[in-house]
């Protein structure tokens, strides 16, 4: 008798690629739950799916967006752990500072989260925009921190920024074209301000990945060398050629191999010393963004993955700059880094409950008569003729007949109920080749397409475009796993649709470790509440996301972790309403009010009118997804025997009162 080994949670670790996308902050119980730690590699855990319960309790509806503000604090410790490590082990004689950029995440809780945990670690914020300058200013101000000026500048954006230096002389201005060059110097002579300048090269050296057109030498970023040759010269000739305290390079997000990162270091390396012999005062070396998140767990060079650890980007950044600086007898400058993707990806995650399923229903027995077309009896006699030994052949003959029995039925020669009984048999038909072909390991590309042709569709109680654009935008891949059951085989497959009524609003491309998957492993029903949680999701989502189908910003909660296993809810930031939501499109609800209840009062009234009235106002005060939340996954239809997992799922039952954590 052959023993079949229960499925065990190393085996979801190893199929969901936990121990490679995680960093050491993410794991599962012994009870198959979803563990996140605030500290890398720490025993103390806390189950995602007991701060479910806990909202639950509150009466909170999902989706929900946890944060773990503590996670922004260790990932920048990591950061700089790795520079540090890497200056002290090779003797360079510089210093490393951290910068935010804000653009990766301008949430108030982010940016003061940071600022106010980060410090020593964190060096300064960068801004790429007026508004965000504005928004960084009290809190340079605050915490005397620098600031990094990027981005397109008018009059008002320089005097701003040259305004700061009065108060604070930790403000670099970064030309990003010559025409800046100009004002910043005038502005500068008519308020009596010594500015401190950067510049942005413009690299030939490129990065990989999806923004590897940020850099090379076609970028819309950053200063050519003529244009470089032509800002010294400027400055020279107005005597602020001492001003010039930062070289800045930034060659796209996402970097995916570090050979990458190695050419353009070398490059701007060698236009660091080139200026240092023309006797520019530069400090800095800020080698911008880049630093990549391994999203996708499979540590190569993909776009949503990297090739490199942290320690060696670092090293590679450190090392690189160092062997140009000797070479040319310059000085080491303090290395900067604006890695705001690695910093704040890990510290939120999006929890989706599953609301529905969408796919072919389970038909009854097909009961055929002698008046039925001889098509009809082709497809019966296929179906019960299948077996392990040619599911292949006749799977290739039930192709064709169903071609015959479209055919058939559109020269008007079948009726509906008999291409009813057709299709049935022909999807029973492929629910058996799936069945033998899963038995057999058999993974051709015609047999993979029918199983995603058999998968289902599942329902997620959320929207792309609102908490992941980038899913959409640019095909980035998240990490998506279920939050509990991980102790049992996940026996179904399937994509995840969201609740827009907007075809791009599925998901069907998953990590895997070596490739993609255009199918995620979930499990069958078991009657309950079935959630997952998209992770990795702090860098960019928060603030790109859109109102399609007007579906708005779902509850928010922030947690923090003690010396052990507690947690706390720190904050919650409610759900966008339905009337919030309306009111940013410019609609007042008291005037829909008012239009519905005229437009009734010039019919008959009756209970029935104020009723709808009072439910219309009522809905108005919800969040805008569903409320079903109790809804849980159907069983696959081809997930009949469950027995096995049953047996599993009863040696590890866990009980809500084993709950260690608290708020």
Sequence with gaps: MQVVRLWRIEDSAELYGISCWGSGYFGISKNGNLTIATKKDSPHRIEIVDIIRKLNEMNLKPPFLLRFPQLLHERLKDVHGSFVRSINESGYGGAYHSVFPVKVNQRREVVEGLLHSGLPLIFGLEVGSKPELLLTIPYQAQYDVHLLCNGCKDDAYITLALKTIQFNKNTIIVIDDV?????????????????????????????????????????????????????????????????????????????????????????????????????ANIQYFNIGGGLGVNYDSSKTSSSSSTNYTLQEYANNVVSTLKTICDEENAPHPTIISESGRAIAAYHSMLIINISGRKNMKQYDEVTLSEKDASIVHELYDCLHNINIQNYEEYYHAAIYLKEKLINLFNLGQLGLEEKSKGETLFWKICQC????????????????????????????????????????????????????????????????????????????????????????????????????AITLIGAYQDTMG?????????????????????????????????ANVLNNMKYETTELLKTLNKALKEREQTTETENFINLYEKELGKHTYLNNCTTSIAAHSVCRDNSRLRSNRELSKQSSAETTSNS
């Design 179 to 279: 025409s800046e060059t100009e004002l910043i110097i005038d502005t500068a002579k008519e308020l009596d301000v010594v500015p401190q300048i950067g510049i942005r090269t413009k690299l030939y050296s490129k990065g990989s990945g999806k923004w590897e057109s940020s850099g090379g030498d076609t970028s819309k970023f950053g200063l050519n060398t003529t244009e470089i040759l032509e800002v010294i010269k400027t400055l020279g000739d107005n005597e602020m050629l001492s001003s010039l305290n930062m070289l800045h390079f930034h060659i796209g997000s996402q970097v995916t191999a570090v050979s990458h990162i190695q050419k353009a270091v070398k490059e701007a390396a060698r236009i660091y010393v080139k200026l240092h012999t023309r006797g």
């Design 433 to 532: 080749v799936a069945s033998f072909a899963s038995k057999e390991d058999n993974t051709s590309e015609q047999i993979c397409q029918l199983e995603k042709h058999l998968s289902n569709k599942y329902l997620g109680n959320f929207s792309i475009f609102q908490s992941i654009p980038d899913s959409w935008a640019i095909d980035q891949l998240f990490p998506i796993l279920p939050i509990h059951r991980l102790n049992e085989k996940p026996a179904c497959k399937g994509t995840i649709t969201d609740l827009t009524c907007d075809s791009d609003g599925e998901i069907n491309q998953f990590i895997d470790q070596t490739h993609t998957k255009e199918l995620l492993e979930l499990h069958p029903s078991n009657q309950d509440p079935y959630y997952l």
């Design 546 to 578: 859109d109102y399609h189908n007007l579906f708005g910003a779902v509850n928010e909660v922030h947690i923090t972790q003690k010396n052990n296993d507690n947690w706390h809810i720190k904050h919650i930031v409610p759900a966008d309403t339905t």
